[in-house]
């Protein structure tokens, strides 16, 4: 990596007051530590089962309180510490979802009809192909297990909005949280209207990436960090963009110092970028490892990502070598010939995948892997193994 993509070093150096670069680092590890292990691989998987639901619950720990030297009356305008740092405030917490909507939710279907999922019963039952279905998704976990000397950014965004961004996020944060024994951080740095904590399934928001940008440090442990974050489930965590404000905004400063802080925390963090060319969203592409760019399967969306990718093309080899697409299908029959999209935007030289539709994405609320149709998570395991991949190849 360049100098000039180097900032998180340039950065951390900041927090820590200068000198020296700090020694390399491992993965996530336990509270208190930079490294650890490699993530020992889990069980065999079973295509059968799903991704593995994580329900979402409270922290068993309190959320600690700002840094005393930090610390400042409530409603106090913000002050600056010696080096110009704002100083954080407290927020309260605050549901995810207004309570006043909480009756206008169904109760989620499944992602395929029970037609469906009885045919394909019957078929695993008189099939050859199981094996080789097993084998795959094998492989597809031997692939999500890998150990990581440190942690893998993979941004997901998108050139406009409702191309499935933030379903493909969680999807994908999602699966790796289930394969791997690190933990796993959700960012979102879409925080206007951003639909993240609600596709996770987030009861309540309190700190968001800018409070925390204000905060962390970095002699902090991972119980530390942890106090700040929302819990999905036992090793993965989000940390949200607002509390749901109309307006809510990130400066791009702050989102350095929060990925920089918490990357040795966390074998995976998948951020839910803006749309390009949001100036965040550009920062998150530089710094991360991987790309996932996620576009409608429909001529306008397929014609705009070809656009974007043959002007790729011009930059330097890794963006588009890091880069994987994702045609999301938002309808049950798509109006295009989603082989033959696939085949004209992999011509551009990358990594091209289809998630279909699925009845219980398109409804919109919190995702239950265990209601997702077994396309959509066979889909999302491959999409997830292909970006972490990637995210291997640039160090």
């Known amino acids: 990596m360049s100098n000039a993509d180097n900032w998180q070093g340039d950065v951390l150096r900041d927090l820590r007051g200068g000198g020296p670069p700090p020694a390399p680092q491992g993965g996530a590890g336990p509270a208190g530590q930079g490294a650890t292990a490699p993530a020992s691989p889990g069980p065999g998987p079973d295509p059968a089962l799903p991704v593995a639901p994580g329900t979402p619950h409270t922290p068993p720990h309190p959320a600690p309180q700002a840094p005393p030297a930090a610390r400042r009356p409530e409603n106090d305008a913000p002050a600056h510490g010696p080096a110009g740092a704002r100083t954080p405030r407290t927020p309260g917490s605050r549901p ?70 933030s379903t493909v996020a969680a999807l994908l944060g999602t699966t790796y949280a289930h394969y791997r024994q ?49 819990q999905l489930r036992d090793n993965a965590w989000l940390l949200p963009g607002s509390q749901g404000q109309i307006g809510a905004m990130l400066d791009f400063r702050s989102y350095e110092r929060v990925m920089v802080a918490l990357r040795r925390y966390f074998g995976v963090t998948v951020v839910d970028c803006e749309t390009l060319p949001a100036e965040v969203a550009r920062v998150a592409l530089t710094a991360s490892q991987a790309c996932v760019l996620t576009t409608p399967a429909t001529l306008d969306g397929v014609a705009s990502t070809h656009a974007v990718l043959q002007w790729m093309r011009g930059l330097p080899p890794h963006v588009i070598g890091g880069t994987v697409v994702v045609l999301t299908e938002q309808a049950p029959h798509s109006g295009i010939d989603t082989e033959e999209a696939v085949r004209t935007l992999r011509s551009t030289g990358t990594s091209v995948h289809v998630l279909p539709y699925d009845r219980h994405l398109a409804d919109g609320g919190a995702i239950r892997t265990d209601l997702l149709a077994q396309a959509t998570r066979t889909a999302a395991a491959r999409i997830a193994a292909d970006a972490f991949q990637l995210s291997q190849k640039r160090h």
């Open 182 to 230: 690190d933990p796993v951080l959700f960012v979102e740095a879409d925080p206007a209207l951003g639909s993240l904590p609600i596709r996770l399934g987030a009861e309540s928001l309190r700190w968001t990436t800018g409070d925390v940008a204000d905060i962390v440090q970095p002699q902090m442990s991972l119980l530390d960090i942890t106090g700040y974050l929302v």
């Open 96 to 165: 995810a979802v207004d309570p006043s909507l909480a009756g206008a939710s169904r109760k989620p279907r499944n992602g395929e009809p029970f037609p469906v999922r009885a045919a394909r019963a019957i078929w695993r039952t008189v099939s050859s192909s199981v094996a080789r279905e097993v084998a795959e998704a094998s492989r597809t976990a031997e692939s999500l297990q890998q150990p990581v000397t440190t942690g893998r950014q993979i941004a997901v965004t998108s050139i406009r909005g409702g191309a499935g961004k």
